[in-house]
């Protein structure tokens, strides 16, 4: 539930952004499979992976954060 909730959160602000997966993919530096199985909810990211998300994104974690 709660990888859910982070995957929605990342895939918003990554379109919002103008990424693609694949962009994405690589300004992160992981492949476009475990992008996806983070945006869809199937893999949790490690905090670390969040921090680096949230500065390629340009957003503070606490924008990136699930809200209840």
Same mark, same amino acid.
């Given at each position: 539930?709660?990888?859910?909730?982070? /995957?929605?959160?990342? &895939?918003?602000? @990554?379109?919002?952004?103008?990424?693609?997966? !694949?962009?994405?993919?690589?300004? *992160?530096? %992981?492949?476009?499979?475990?992008? /996806?199985?983070?945006? &869809?909810?199937? @893999?949790?990211?490690?905090?670390?992976?969040? !921090?680096?998300?949230?500065?390629? *994104?340009? %957003?503070?974690?606490?924008?990136?954060?699930?809200?209840?």
């Amino acid at each position: 539930m709660e990888a859910e909730k982070w /995957g929605r959160r990342i &895939r918003a602000y @990554r379109k919002l952004k103008g990424f693609t997966q !694949e962009s994405f993919s690589k300004e *992160l530096g %992981v492949s476009v499979s475990i992008l /996806g199985e983070i945006e &869809r909810g199937n @893999r949790l990211p490690a905090v670390d992976f969040i !921090e680096k998300i949230a500065r390629s *994104l340009k %957003v503070s974690i606490e924008e990136l954060e699930p809200k209840e």
